[in-house]
């Protein structure tokens, strides 16, 4: 057992600093394979909750998981990402020290803020939890902090897959309904960001969200 | 019988969808959507008599449940998805101009109309019958999927830009609530609920006095916070005034109409659960600050709006926070009256938004300020624009006086005089905007400049249905008979 949460610690703090690793690098490239490192860590976490508490489906569940999120979703942005230099973040509203301040900080905040949880639950797993939560959180900074639109999908999808990890810290996986139809809307939802993302490509030059500026009051 | 009226608006919308899929977009196909939109309609009915004499129907375990509000919900789509669906052929075939001659692209661009509105209509049934947490969060991000390229259809940059924004902003307000939905799943398995009850909407009301409080807070704010983004509420109502100002018109009309409320009864059934826990100041005092931020965004982005179809984005903003702090009062007479405003704010906003697309059409601009003397050059247009915008205004006959003086009323009567007070000062301002600006395109010299008119700029086929329908608001607003017991039951079922 206590092997057992160890694994799952090493796990998730893979998971974290997968994330923080997003943040402090600036190449998309680079973000790219760590978001496939993140699915696969993610995959892990379901695999050593399903063989703590033997439950077989689980083991199901992160094959998916490690499909989707460590191999299908990264392939899809490294197909987006243009041979050309300037798919850099070359100008983040936030410096990257500044950056992974505040992620220090949201993790802070994320301890704080699942507290509650965390002492309802009172599982091994679920002391893992605010790792998830952290994750959650620093895709949204990154979404409000980058202005490249490849870097708001990969915000996004850090978003998602950190409340897919609060799902299985918490309740060991939402039913398997319920998960099938989130991993199928996650991927339908980024092939739409990802289409629209050639659309203004050839509309734009780039894909900037400072070219953004039609729509305004 | 049941499992046929509870599949019946599921699957004829997919099916119109494959139709359009497999033959595209012709005469003989142009009018699957319409057909799919009246079986939605008959259903409602169906359902909602059914339901009112044999109380909710099951399915499939619970994932489909129709109750009063899901019929009502149903009624709604299947009105204004027949409103949409009939006006989508002109709208289509003047969208591309008499001089367009892009034969191949077009057919392409009206395929994928055809089948993603009629996707869009079933994502749209499906949340409102879904009788699961699981079921709601996937059909509600199923509607931000499949309407991404009907908002960028045109492809210029401003609709593709309002495309992308569209999907971030929504994307982002759902994975809150699917956080949220995750945490109170948590809560429930903790307190004993099966998994399969633990989503459930009636069971987790039933066993809500299990659940933990402080978690339960923590869900439901996530969750409202989430739901709210898709029902155009602050914070994340960014995405509202781009989309519907980019969409082609009859899709604008199902956003504002019914897409909106759908959102906005998940966040309902949200109440219902948590305020058995947490009592209803909770979610009073969230809802109440939404609905009140929403008013007060709406109503100052009015002021000084340039653009009409944007103008009425703000507005259909301006009601859904009215119909929000209706919620937050929450009183059975508040709940009758949100859900006929619902209606009656959805047929006419519906009929405004079809006939922007006439007058978009007719004078090539969505600019207030180059559009003048309609009145004068096109009678019949700007008198259906005139009579939907004064029952958005909420001037008698039509059912929103009704529904905003039981509001005000029910705001009175529950002690929360200051917060109504507030919500309908944001109004007469949004009203004063709403009519400077209308009257700006309506009256003027028709000499002074504009084009000539076009002559049929409104056949007969297109002004029918969106005559009758404000025929219709006019109807509910005195007498609300037909759908009266099935809101007061609606109303009712937020009191267990």
């Given at each position: 057992?206590?092997?057992?949460?160890?694994?799952l610690?090493l796990?998730?703090?893979?998971?974290?600093?997968?994330?923080?690793?997003?943040?402090?690098?600036?190449?998309?490239?680079?973000?790219?394979?760590?978001?496939?490192?993140q699915?696969?860590?993610?995959?892990?976490?379901?695999?050593?909750?399903?063989?703590?508490?033997?439950?077989?489906?689980?083991?199901?569940?992160?094959?998916g998981?490690?499909?989707?999120r460590?191999?299908?979703?990264?392939?899809l942005?490294?197909?987006?990402?243009?041979?050309?230099?300037?798919?850099?973040?070359?100008?983040?509203?936030?410096?990257?020290?500044?950056?992974?301040?505040?992620?220090?900080a949201?993790?802070?905040?994320?301890?704080?803020?699942?507290?509650?949880?965390?002492?309802?639950?009172?599982?091994?797993?679920?002391?893992?939890?605010?790792?998830?939560?952290?994750v959650?959180l620093?895709?949204?900074?990154?979404?409000?902090?980058?202005?490249?639109a490849?870097?708001?999908?990969?915000?996004?999808?850090?978003?998602?897959?950190?409340?897919?990890?609060?799902?299985?810290l918490?309740?060991?996986?939402?039913?398997?309904?319920?998960?099938?139809?989130?991993?199928?809307?996650?991927?339908?939802?980024?092939?739409?960001?990802r289409?629209?993302?050639?659309?203004?490509?050839?509309l734009?030059?780039?894909?900037?969200?400072?070219?953004?500026?039609?729509?305004?009051? | 019988?049941?499992?046929?009226?509870?599949?019946?608006?599921?699957?004829?919308?997919?099916?119109?969808?494959?139709?359009y899929?497999?033959?595209?977009?012709?005469?003989?196909?142009?009018?699957?959507?319409?057909?799919?939109?009246?079986?939605?309609l008959?259903?409602?009915?169906?359902?909602?008599?059914?339901?009112m004499?044999?109380g909710?129907?099951?399915?499939?375990?619970?994932?489909?449940?129709?109750?009063?509000?899901?019929?009502?919900?149903?009624?709604?789509?299947?009105?204004?998805?027949?409103?949409?669906?009939?006006?989508?052929?002109?709208?289509?075939?003047?969208?591309?101009?008499?001089?367009?001659?892009?034969?191949?692209?077009?057919?392409?661009?009206?395929?994928?109309?055809?089948?993603?509105?009629?996707c869009?209509?079933?994502?749209?049934?499906?949340?409102?019958?879904?009788?699961?947490?699981?079921?709601?969060?996937?059909?509600?991000?199923?509607?931000?999927?499949v309407?991404?390229?009907?908002?960028?259809?045109?492809?210029?940059?401003?609709?593709?830009?309002?495309?992308?924004?569209?999907?971030?902003?929504?994307?982002?307000?759902?994975?809150?609530?699917?956080?949220?939905?995750?945490?109170?799943?948590?809560?429930?398995?903790h307190?004993?609920?099966?998994?399969?009850?633990a989503?459930d909407?009636?069971?987790?009301?039933?066993?809500?006095h299990?659940?933990?409080?402080?978690?339960?807070?923590?869900?439901?704010?996530?969750?409202?916070?989430?739901?709210?983004?898709?029902?155009?509420?602050?914070p994340?109502?960014?995405?509202?005034?781009?989309?519907?100002?980019?969409?082609?018109?009859?899709?604008?009309?199902?956003?504002?109409?019914?897409?909106l409320?759908?959102?906005?009864?998940?966040?309902?059934?949200?109440?219902?659960?948590?305020?058995q826990?947490?009592?209803?100041?909770?979610?009073?005092a969230?809802?109440?600050?939404?609905?009140?931020?929403?008013?007060?965004?709406?109503?100052?982005?009015?002021?000084?709006?340039?653009?009409?179809?944007?103008?009425?984005?703000?507005?259909?903003?301006?009601?859904?926070?009215?119909?929000?702090?209706?919620?937050?009062?929450?009183?059975?007479?508040?709940?009758?009256?949100?859900?006929?405003?619902?209606?009656?704010?959805?047929?006419?906003?519906?009929?405004?938004?079809?006939?922007?697309?006439h007058?978009q059409?007719a004078?090539?601009?969505?600019?207030?300020?180059?559009?003048?003397?309609?009145?004068?050059?096109?009678?019949?247009?700007?008198?259906?624009?005139?009579?939907?915008?004064?029952a958005?205004?909420g001037?008698?006959?039509f059912?929103?006086?009704?529904?905003?003086?039981?509001?005000?009323r029910?705001?009175?009567?529950?002690?929360?005089?200051?917060?109504?007070?507030?919500?309908?000062t944001?109004?007469?301002?949004?009203?004063?905007?709403?009519?400077?600006?209308?009257?700006?395109?309506?009256?003027?010299?028709?000499?002074?400049g504009?084009?000539?008119?076009?002559?049929?700029?409104?056949n007969?086929?297109?002004?029918?249905?969106?005559?009758?329908?404000?025929?219709?608001?006019?109807?509910?607003?005195?007498?609300?008979?037909?759908?009266?017991?099935?809101?007061?039951?609606?109303?009712?079922?937020?009191?267990?």
């Open positions: 057992m206590s092997g057992d949460a160890e694994l610690d796990a998730a703090g893979a998971f974290l600093l997968a994330a923080v690793g997003v943040l402090w690098r600036r190449d998309l490239t680079a973000q790219t394979s760590l978001l496939a490192v699915g696969f860590a993610l995959a892990a976490i379901a695999v050593i909750l399903g063989a703590d508490q033997a439950h077989p489906e689980l083991y199901a569940v992160a094959a998981v490690g499909v989707l460590g191999a299908v979703l990264p392939a942005m490294r197909r987006a990402i243009s041979a050309r230099a300037t798919d850099r973040e070359t100008r983040p509203l936030m410096n990257v020290g500044a950056s992974l301040l505040s992620a220090a949201l993790v802070l905040l994320a301890y704080a803020v699942s507290q509650p949880l965390v002492r309802l639950l009172g599982t091994a797993s679920a002391r893992a939890l605010p790792m998830g939560l952290a959650a620093i895709g949204l900074l990154i979404l409000v902090t980058r202005r490249k490849l870097s708001q999908i990969t915000g996004f999808l850090l978003l998602d897959n950190g409340i897919t990890a609060i799902a299985f918490a309740a060991a996986g939402v039913p398997l309904l319920v998960e099938l139809g989130v991993s199928f809307d996650l991927l339908l939802a980024v092939l739409v960001l289409v629209l993302t050639t659309r203004m490509r050839a734009f030059g780039d894909t900037d969200l400072d070219d953004l500026r039609e729509l305004h009051d | 019988m049941n499992t046929l009226l509870l599949l019946t608006p599921l699957v004829a919308p997919l099916l119109a969808a494959l139709v899929a497999a033959f595209g977009w012709r005469r003989a196909t142009a009018h699957a959507g319409t057909a799919a939109a009246a079986l939605i008959a259903d409602g009915i169906a359902l909602a008599v059914r339901v004499r044999h909710a129907i099951d399915l499939l375990g619970g994932w489909l449940r129709a109750d009063p509000l899901a019929a009502f919900m149903l009624m709604g789509i299947g009105t204004i998805a027949l409103l949409a669906a009939a006006s989508s052929p002109a709208y289509l075939a003047a969208a591309h101009g008499p001089d367009a001659d892009l034969g191949q692209i077009n057919a392409a661009a009206n395929r994928r109309y055809g089948a993603l509105v009629a869009f209509l079933a994502a749209m049934s499906a949340g409102a019958l879904a009788g699961n947490l699981g079921l709601a969060w996937i059909a509600i991000e199923a509607t931000t999927i309407t991404a390229f009907l908002v960028g259809h045109t492809g210029t940059r401003a609709a593709v830009e309002a495309a992308w924004k569209y999907t971030v902003i929504c994307s982002v307000g759902i994975a809150l609530a699917l956080l949220g939905i995750i945490v109170l799943y948590a809560a429930a398995r307190a004993g609920l099966s998994e399969s009850a989503l909407y009636r069971a987790l009301a039933a066993h809500a299990a659940l933990d409080p402080a978690v339960t807070r923590m869900a439901t704010a996530l969750m409202i916070l989430g739901f709210g983004a898709k029902a155009g509420l602050a994340l109502h960014a995405w509202l005034p781009d989309a519907h100002s980019q969409a082609p018109a009859p899709v604008s009309a199902l956003m504002s109409g019914v897409l409320p759908v959102a906005f009864i998940q966040i309902l059934r949200v109440k219902a659960i948590a305020d826990v947490l009592g209803a100041g909770f979610t009073r969230l809802l109440l600050t939404m609905g009140l931020s929403a008013l007060a965004l709406a109503a100052l982005l009015l002021i000084a709006q340039r653009d009409y179809k944007r103008m009425l984005a703000y507005s259909t903003m301006e009601h859904m926070g009215l119909v929000t702090v209706g919620a937050a009062i929450g009183t059975r007479l508040a709940m009758a009256a949100v859900f006929l405003h619902i209606a009656g704010h959805g047929l006419a906003k519906a009929v405004a938004f079809i006939t922007s697309g007058i059409h004078e090539r601009t969505t600019r207030i300020d180059q559009v003048k003397a309609l009145a004068a050059r096109q009678p019949v247009v700007a008198g259906i624009f005139a009579a939907a915008l004064l958005l205004l001037f008698p006959p059912s929103l006086f009704a529904s905003e003086l039981a509001l005000a029910a705001g009175f009567a529950a002690g929360l005089g200051w917060p109504v007070a507030a919500a309908f944001l109004i007469l301002i949004a009203l004063a905007a709403l009519v400077t600006h209308t009257a700006a395109m309506l009256l003027g010299n028709p000499e002074g504009g084009r000539p008119a076009a002559p049929d700029a409104l007969l086929t297109a002004r029918t249905p969106l005559i009758t329908a404000l025929v219709a608001v006019g109807a509910l607003g005195i007498t609300a008979w037909p759908i009266s017991s099935l809101i007061a039951t609606a109303a009712q079922a937020g009191h267990p």
